[in-house]
């Protein structure tokens, strides 16, 4: 996958990689135990400091997005299943709550809010059903 950076983008660099990893995973073009750039080598592609990218990656490492392992890189980590059920649930809440609260801000009925989050479901790749 090809990260690129908006140097014209009101959003900082570090949100707007860490933004393409997490889509980049959602919708397949990153798959589990895929190796990730090397710190150095995305910061020359990309034209950035080495810090912003290590900070990246250490922060979705904590979030467990990837995993970084001693002396091969950083990978993508397996599907969030190391989170409690709780966890999970109240995060993907918070996320829904932050994207409806826009949809009312921006006038759309809650009938077009279900129709277009349908149409955008099928964009993305789901886990398998265990």
């Not at 933004?19 to 990730?36: H, K, S, T, V």
Request: proline fraction near 5%; charged fraction near 30%.
């Amino acid at each position: 996958m090809e990260f690129s950076i908006d140097t014209s983008s009101r959003l900082p660099i570090c949100r707007q990689l860490s933004r393409q990893i997490r889509e980049g995973i959602a919708r397949g073009m990153l798959r589990p135990d895929e190796r990730l750039p090397s710190v150095r080598e995305l910061s020359r592609r990309l034209v950035v400091n080495p810090n912003t990218i290590a900070h990246v990656y250490r922060e979705l490492g904590g979030e467990g997005v990837l995993a970084a392992r001693l002396g091969q890189g950083v990978f993508v980590a397996k599907a969030g299943r190391e989170l409690s059920p709780k966890v999970r649930e109240e995060r993907l809440a918070e996320a829904m709550d932050r994207c409806l609260t826009e949809a009312v801000h921006l006038g759309f009925t809650a009938e077009e809010v279900v129709a277009a989050l349908s149409e955008r479901i099928k964009r993305f790749r789901w886990p398998e059903e265990a």
